[in-house]
């Protein structure tokens, strides 16, 4: 399985940012797929997850503001991001795994940097 994020950039402090993954490969294999996220001098942070039946998890910190979906036509996950604070900056990372909880994928970073 292949992962190619895209979408991240610079934004004001409020404003919005959609993330997207597309996936190829054996993704019949796949059944949940997540974002996470890296600041420098930080471990990753798990951020948001999606299952292939729709049920979608996140951490407290975007709970409201961030929202993971998924086109199965399309097999891209996408990570919409509302209200971004400078607090959000990080490179952010679309993660693939056959069991939840388990991440097998991962594709390369996308930077995100909220100005304030």
């Known amino acids: 399985v292949q992962l190619q994020a895209s979408g991240g950039g610079l934004v004001q402090a409020g404003g919005s940012l959609r993330l997207s993954c597309a996936a190829s490969?054996?993704?019949?294999?796949?059944?949940?797929l997540g974002w996470f996220r890296q600041a420098p001098g930080t471990l990753r942070e798990l951020v948001a997850t999606?299952?292939?039946?729709?049920?979608?998890n996140y951490v407290d910190s975007v709970k409201g503001r961030f929202t993971i979906s998924r086109d199965n036509a399309k097999n891209t996950v996408y990570l919409t991001m509302n209200s971004l604070k400078p607090e959000d900056t990080a490179v952010y990372y679309c993660?693939?795994?056959?069991?939840?909880?388990?991440?097998?994928?991962w594709g390369q970073g996308t930077q995100v940097t909220v100005s304030s």
């Open positions: 993660a693939a795994g056959k069991v939840t909880g388990q991440y097998d994928y």
């Open positions: 490969g054996s993704i019949f294999s796949i059944d949940v």
């Open positions: 999606i299952t292939s039946v729709g049920s979608t």
